[in-house]
């Protein structure tokens, strides 16, 4: 089925700001200016934009390290993830952490991201279960990657959705490698969702740099959580175009199979399908370019006046206060 043109275009801006904010992250690093490491997401954009385009105001997410294009969606501005990755008080976690790991902001019905890679998932079963105890027809999301598909917490929280027919949505981004450890050192199926069937919901492998696969995937998962047929498992397949972090050269990847996926781009593949319906030409990718650089100038030079956090507030935040759904 093919998508509305107001969709796609909306999808192409996403993953266009998505790429220009991650490259504005690597040049920051570069410069100096971002402390720790920094984390690229680049080959990931069809992905957290397409999933987190399937879900409602009200349903909850929780990100991980390469899905800044679902932050964006979600609408946490470029403004507050830049002053977050400058480590400055107008950052998404208040200068807390530099890079991805705490961008949480629930008012946005995102959980900030567990470094303990699948750590995040029953924490969102969780909210799952509880929009059930509540009686509210909300939906969890939660990413993980192939890596920490093969952590107990991953089987854990996806047992306990399949026994009790969470409103749950597990997107899997295998993107071939965990750190240096390919896929086929560290499990040995075909597909992370052929496991689906042991759990006892559904599976579905779909073509990570592809918009138009995930976005219908994750459209039919959600709609089918939020009717109470239970959580889905969908498998993204795709590819880590740069090192884990910005010190990993990669030596380990045969520069062939970057080459191949280079081929699958998914912001080109978007374009060449939006141009064939006419719905794009070089002028207007021009124009889109120009204003989201303008955009992200402007979010720079907002996240570099911001002021380094007061450390007496170190500890606000530690413990919750008052609800938090
Ligand atoms: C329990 C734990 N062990 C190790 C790490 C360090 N670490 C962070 S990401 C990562 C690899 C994750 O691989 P994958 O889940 O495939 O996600 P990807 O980075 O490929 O997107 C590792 C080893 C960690 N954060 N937590």
């Given at each position: 089925m093919e998508l509305p043109p107001d969709l796609l275009h909306?999808?192409?801006y996403w993953m266009r700001l998505t790429r220009a904010l991650d490259d504005r992250g690597t040049f920051?690093?570069?410069?100096?200016?971002?402390?720790?490491?920094?984390?690229?997401?680049?080959?990931h954009e069809a992905i957290s934009v397409g999933a987190a385009l399937a879900l409602g105001a009200d349903d909850v997410v929780a990100p991980m390290h390469r899905d800044?294009?679902?932050?964006?969606?979600?609408?946490?501005?470029?403004?507050?993830?830049?002053?977050?990755?400058?480590?400055?008080?107008?950052?998404?976690?208040?200068?807390?952490d530099g890079n991805i790991h705490g961008m949480g902001d629930l008012n946005y019905g995102i959980v900030g991201f567990i470094s303990h890679l699948p750590a995040s998932l029953p924490v969102m079963v969780g909210m799952a279960h509880a929009f059930v105890l509540k009686g509210e027809a909300r939906v969890a999301m939660g990413f993980y990657g192939d890596g920490g598909s093969s952590?107990?917490?991953?089987?854990?929280?996806?047992?306990?959705?399949?026994?009790?027919?969470?409103?749950?949505?597990?997107?899997?981004e295998n993107n071939q490698y965990a750190y240096s450890t390919p896929v086929a050192r560290?499990?040995?199926?075909?597909?992370?969702?052929?496991?689906?069937?042991?759990?006892?919901?559904?599976?579905a492998v779909v073509d990570g740099n592809d918009f138009s696969a995930v976005y219908h995937a994750a459209r039919t998962a959600v709609e089918r959580a939020r009717s109470g047929e239970g959580p889905t498992l969908i498998e993204c397949k795709t590819m880590r175009m740069?090192?884990?972090?910005?010190?990993?050269?990669?030596?380990?990847?045969?520069?062939?199979?970057?080459?191949?996926?280079?081929?699958?781009?998914?912001?080109?593949?978007?374009?060449?399908?939006?141009?064939?319906?006419?719905?794009?030409?070089?002028a207007a990718l021009n124009d889109l370019l120009v204003r989201i650089e303008?955009?992200?100038?402007?979010?720079?030079?907002?996240?570099?006046?911001?002021?380094?956090?007061?450390?007496?507030?170190?500890?606000?935040?530690?413990?919750?206060?008052?609800?938090?759904?």
């Open positions: 909306q999808a192409h920051l690093h570069k410069q100096s200016k971002i402390v720790g490491g920094y984390f690229s997401q680049i080959g800044l294009g679902a932050y964006l969606v979600r609408g946490i501005t470029p403004q507050r993830i830049l002053a977050q990755y400058l480590g400055r008080v107008d950052g998404v976690s208040h200068g807390r952590q107990g917490l991953s089987h854990e929280a996806l047992n306990w959705a399949a026994t009790f027919r969470l409103p749950m949505v597990f997107i899997c560290q499990m040995h199926v075909a597909n992370i969702a052929d496991r689906a069937l042991g759990y006892g919901m559904p599976g740069r090192g884990h972090a910005i010190h990993d050269n990669m030596a380990y990847v045969p520069p062939a199979l970057l080459e191949e996926w280079a081929q699958r781009d998914p912001i080109l593949r978007l374009e060449a399908h939006m141009r064939e319906r006419a719905l794009l030409d070089d303008t955009e992200l100038d402007a979010a720079q030079a907002f996240a570099e006046q911001s002021p380094y956090p007061d450390p007496a507030t170190l500890t606000d935040g530690v413990y919750a206060e008052g609800g938090f759904l």
